[in-house]
């Protein structure tokens, strides 16, 4: 077989729309207020325009099959047959699909978890021994005509054979899950055999696990696998894709395997591991544009990268180091920024257009591309000399700060000194932050954004919200109270509209998961705190209630996570600095009276290298900011912390490094298996596992908590137990919100009155 090469493409596309539609279309069919037909038609169209696009942008290799109602992995368990037992009794397909994704009022949901170390949301397949295998490749096939239709060069894209099993959790005695890769060969087989009858020249196999320390036994069982699929005839050409990091010494072994190219990113991963590689007549699909960061590519470095490829006669095609999943459509719509930030900035169309001018001046030479060249130079010469990114004082201050900042009082003497303050009963019972963001919080703040109403009549509509939360709190029971941020739109963005060196972007949405779409904001220079950002909100909050109102604050490293942020120093200088602000507020907040403080770090483990050599420095920075930032109360005021939606045995000695009063934790959908975890790694302050599940409609019984908490009292004194849910409850509605947190406080009566 003589694959033939292409030269131009990305590794897969966004999928919501440019301005949500496919959010609003799915949770409109959720609703019942539009049909499967109706959200098929949006899907559809939504397909159309962007492989038009790329095929407009010259490329010669278009991906399809990335587009997705919810999830790539999860389309990978349909794909295979392997969705759990618990769906099968749900009739439709698609409401099927919906179920293992989100649940219903009769079906636990799968699993999520953090796609490696993005922002991005995975649905987590389950594998039991009763799982068998079955190959359905209809969405491929419907999606892939659809491109044929359009006249696009579709190169299917899949998630391969090893990255689906390691990603997967295997249940119900279920053993290591690699060990069933056989049975999964022969429908990748098939599925290539089908392909290649439908006219498909390439075939793109994500295997991104491969990028990550996963051992000799797995890079062993990913070569025999892919030298099975790859030796039969019938089949396209095979690219091998990986992102996210370095292949490093692997890819010599992975070209081995039979496979006709090899994606790697050369933006997280370094180029210099490809100097002395045979690639063998092997295509190398060489990621130069940045597929999750939103930084204007230094063309001359890329270009030079390339060319240094293609003059040791390596067959070359450019592309994005990643899916342009992980960042905005288009730069257009943010007419608000200044020309000289503007010109540091690439979104998804524009390094779209990166990719197809490196293409260009690869084939065309240089000179090609001169104009393209010198406005790239232009534009870093311009950031590297920028005042907003070199505030010597800042960094004076924060050096002068660490060296002199004291670490707060032993845990067990902190919180004697709490105890006595805030009075509050066995198994106390709290939630994570935020209350529902109602239509009618919605509709002020976008009045208030149009300018129909004043800043005075926003935020007293916003005070009249905070006072009904603490109402209801009152009414429900609960121990410790929130003030359920009806002001924020987001708990990142918040933050960064009120902190210099960052801007929040008009319309940069991004997926995080399923329906859930956000919009990072930038970070670009120097951080720091003009005036209070919290205070007078929980002032209030509190000045209604005789119960403590937590203060609630995002920590350094969940802001730097689910911010695009500057790439041009480390990220632990980045985290101090944002650290400090974080520092100043919770000072401000203790003077204000407010005796809880939560600092949210749920990105913990997410920002996590992929590379264990990495590790012990990024957790020594990211446990550091945090309690750089936590330790300028006193013993008396309580920290509390909140960390979901990760996988963290990884970083579970760092959580329990951030010294936190108290931790909140994702729990419900894992079934508290954190917290041996936790007491393994000698975690002796206070926990909150989550005992139910908010990403998931349905309403969780008494008799559901009631198990959740014993389970947790099995593994946890109970003068260190908290009560709460899984995460904050901002994407819930109200009746079901009420219905679950009343059954939350009487599950906790119940429980109380067995001790």
């Given amino acids: 077989m003589t694959p033939t090469p292409f030269s131009a493409t990305v590794l897969g596309s966004p999928r919501i729309g440019p301005n949500r539609e496919l959010k609003k279309a799915v949770e409109s069919y959720w609703a019942k207020k539009s049909s499967a037909e109706d959200l098929a038609a949006v899907a559809k169209g939504l397909r159309a325009d962007t492989l038009t696009k790329l095929k407009n942008a010259g490329f010669d290799s278009v991906p399809v099959n990335t587009f997705s109602y919810y999830d790539q992995m999860l389309d990978a368990a349909v794909l295979l047959g392997a969705l759990p037992e618990r769906v099968k009794g749900v009739a439709n397909d698609l409401d099927r699909y919906f179920a293992a994704a989100r649940g219903n009022q009769d079906v636990a949901p799968l699993e999520m978890t953090k796609w490696f170390d993005t922002n991005y949301h995975y649905i987590v397949p389950e594998i039991s021994p009763s799982t068998k295998f079955a190959l359905d490749p209809s969405k491929i096939f419907a999606e892939l005509e659809e491109a044929k239709e359009l006249g696009v060069p579709a190169r299917p894209v899949v998630i391969g054979p090893v990255t689906f099993l390691l990603l997967s959790k295997p249940v119900n005695g279920q053993g290591p899950l690699l060990e069933r890769i056989g049975e999964l060969i022969p429908l990748y087989k098939d599925l290539l055999s089908q392909l290649k009858a439908k006219g ?205 900042a004291g670490q707060r009082g032993p845990a067990d003497q902190r919180i004697a000194q709490q105890n006595a303050a805030l009075g509050i009963p066995k198994l106390p019972t709290t939630t994570i932050g935020s209350f529902p963001q109602t239509r009618e919080i919605r509709v002020a703040r976008q009045k208030f954004t149009k300018g129909e109403i004043t800043a005075e009549q926003y935020e007293q509509h916003m005070r009249d919200e905070v006072a009904a939360v603490i109402k209801l709190q009152e009414e429900l029971g609960l121990d410790v109270l929130v003030h359920g941020e009806p002001e924020r739109n987001d708990m990142v963005q918040y933050f960064a509209e009120q902190l210099e060196g960052f801007f929040a972007t008009s319309n940069g949405w991004v997926q995080s998961y399923g329906s859930r779409c956000v919009r990072p904001p930038v970070l670009f220079g120097d951080v720091k705190r003009p005036n209070p950002m919290t205070v007078q909100w929980s002032k209030y909050a509190q000045s209604l209630t ?129 917290l041996d975890d936790l007491n393994a790694a000698g975690f002796k302050n206070g926990v909150g596992p989550g005992v139910y599940d908010i990403h998931s409609p349905r309403v969780p019984s008494v008799d559901e908590i009631v198990v959740s908490l014993k389970e947790a009292l099995a593994a946890v004194p109970v003068d260190r137990l908290w009560v709460n849910p899984d995460c904050g409850l901002k994407t819930r509605g109200e009746s079901e919100t009420k219905a679950s947190l009343v059954n939350l406080v009487e599950a906790t009566k119940q429980v109380r009155a067995t001790l």
């Fill in 546 to 674: 005789d119960k403590p109102v937590k203060g609630m604050l995002t920590g350094p490293v969940t802001i730097l996570a689910w911010s695009f942020v500057r790439d041009d120093q480390p990220l632990g200088d980045t985290a101090y600095q944002v650290a400090l602000a974080i520092r100043e507020e919770t000072v401000d907040l203790q003077n204000a009276g407010i005796k809880v403080i939560q600092v949210d770090e749920p990105a913990l483990r997410e920002t996590l290298p992929l590379k264990k050599a990495e590790q012990d420095a990024y957790l020594d920075w990211a446990v550091g900011s945090f309690k750089f930032s936590t330790s300028g109360v006193e013993d008396s005021t309580q920290i509390h912390t909140h960390l979901c939606y990760s996988e963290f045995g990884e970083v579970i000695g760092a959580i329990a490094d951030l010294d936190a009063d108290v931790t909140s934790i994702e729990a419900a959908r894992s079934h508290m298996e954190v």
């Fill in 200 to 404: 498909v020249e390439w075939v793109q196999l994500d295997e991104p696990v491969l990028v990550t320390d996963k051992g000799q036994a797995v890079l062993d069982a990913a070569v025999s696998a892919y030298q099975q699929l790859t030796s039969a005839a019938d089949r396209p050409s095979v690219l091998l894709a990986t992102y996210f990091s370095g292949l490093g010494s692997a890819l010599e072994k992975i070209l081995s395997s039979g496979v006709d190219g090899v994606a790697v990113d050369l933006v997280y991963g370094s180029a210099d591991h490809l100097a002395g590689v045979h690639f063998q007549g092997k295509l190398l699909v060489a990621g130069v544009v940045d597929g999750r960061n939103i930084w204007r590519t230094d063309l001359d470095k890329a270009l030079t990268v390339l060319e240094g490829l293609k003059n040791k006669g390596v067959q070359v095609a450019v592309s994005s180091s990643s899916s342009l999943l992980h960042v905005p459509y288009s730069l257009k719509p943010e007419t608000h920024l200044d020309d000289t930030l503007r010109s540091w900035l690439a979104f998804g169309d524009e390094k779209i257009a990166e990719v197809a001018t490196l293409a260009k001046g690869l084939k065309q030479g240089r000179s090609a591309i001169a104009d393209e060249l010198d406005a790239s130079a232009k534009a870093q010469s311009a950031r590297r000399t920028d005042p907003r990114l070199n505030d010597k004082a800042l960094r004076d201050e924060i050096a002068k700060l660490r060296e002199t």
